[in-house]
């Protein structure tokens, strides 16, 4: 399969944790990365690999995986998080790449 | 600091050709797999394909009939080309940079670290 599922939209409450997930069979095989977007500005990357984070990249942001689902939590949301998120990966091939259909992140 | 910049016309008329080139400045282009990224407006992101430095690509099937990439090592520069655009062509197209290796547990990771600001091009008579 080459397509990775996410929710359209989650909230969380100023200050709480959330979690927002990608499905999608390719993350049997490969880690996703994640892309925080703004509107009107092109994504940054905030996750990678295993669970990485980019120089920058505050500490709240974290990932992980298990079976076909990747996720990333923002443990402590700011309002300046609330944003768009995509996961990316390979497809089940491997020689190409594939992005979630994105979820829109409010803070409440 | 690597910086990548998108250029090429931001109108482009129905069955014509996109053309749009990627300047990669503070770093070579060598070395690494460079890709194409489109987000339509209010959509999501869409990858349109990639090419390695030595000019080996790979595209999204959907519009694999329609779409090359190429390099152009000598002036640190990749180009998209799409044929035949339709109204649905319209989005603001990305360019990025790939990054991939093996962590220390021997599994493959890949991510764009390195993206453009982003062009506008639409398609209209």
């Known amino acids: 399969s080459s397509e990775l599922t996410q929710d359209p939209a989650v909230s969380v409450a100023l200050g709480q944790t959330v979690r927002i997930t990608c499905q999608g069979d390719s993350l049997r095989s490969y880690y996703a990365s994640w892309y925080q977007q703004k509107p009107g500005q092109a994504p940054v990357l905030v996750i990678y690999g295993k669970n990485n984070r980019p120089s920058g990249i505050p500490d709240r942001f974290s990932g992980s995986s298990s079976g076909n689902t990747a996720s990333l939590t923002i443990t402590g949301a700011q309002a300046e998080d609330e944003a768009d998120y995509y996961c990316n990966s390979r497809d089940s091939s491997g020689n190409r790449w594939v992005f979630g259909g994105g979820t829109k992140l409010t803070v409440l | 600091q690597v910086q990548l910049q998108e250029s090429g016309p931001g109108l482009v008329k129905p069955s014509e050709t996109l053309s749009l080139t990627c300047t990669v400045s503070?770093?070579?282009?060598?070395?690494?797999?460079w890709s194409w990224i489109r987000q339509p407006p209010g959509k999501g992101l869409e990858w349109i394909g990639y090419i390695y430095y030595s000019g080996s690509t790979n595209y999204n099937p959907s519009l694999k009939s329609r779409v090359t990439i190429s390099v152009d090592t000598s002036k640190n520069q990749f180009s998209l080309k799409l044929s035949s655009v339709t109204a649905a062509d319209t989005a603001v197209y990305y360019c990025?940079?790939?990054?991939?290796?093996?962590?220390?547990?021997?599994?493959?990771?890949?991510?764009?670290?390195?993206w453009g600001q982003g062009t506008l091009v639409t398609v209209s008579s």
């Open positions: 503070g770093g070579s282009i060598s070395s690494y797999y």
């Open positions: 990025a940079r790939i990054l991939d290796y093996y962590d220390s547990s021997g599994y493959l990771v890949g991510y764009f670290d390195y």
